[in-house]
């Protein structure tokens, strides 16, 4: 949640974290295991950092606003479903 209020006030900076996206970025389900801030802190951050990298290597031509929903899309297009 606190990913989408950071994107709309600055989607230059900072991609929503979702399920999806993490699944697809990292080839992994996203942590249901922390739930401590700085923890969570750290993995947003990693996050950033790695999405960054992807957009740069995968898909230059996109916008780095977009990357979290060109994410999100790609798991979506595989047939993988969002677990609760």
Not at 7 to 13: A, D, G, K, L, W
Not at 16 to 25: G, K, M, N, P, S
Not at 30 to 37: E, G, R, S, V
Request: charged letters at 25%; aromatic letters at 16%.
């Amino acid at each position: 949640m606190a990913s989408t209020v950071l994107h709309f006030y600055y989607p230059v900076i900072f991609p929503i974290i979702d399920q999806r996206a993490y699944r697809e970025l990292y080839a992994m389900d996203y942590p249901k295991t922390m739930t401590k801030i700085p923890m969570l802190t750290e993995l947003y951050l990693k996050y950033i950092k790695d999405c960054w990298e992807y957009q740069q290597e995968k898909c230059p031509e996109i916008a780095f606003s977009q990357i979290d929903k060109v994410l999100y899309q790609l798991d979506k297009e595989k047939g993988n479903k969002v677990i609760y």
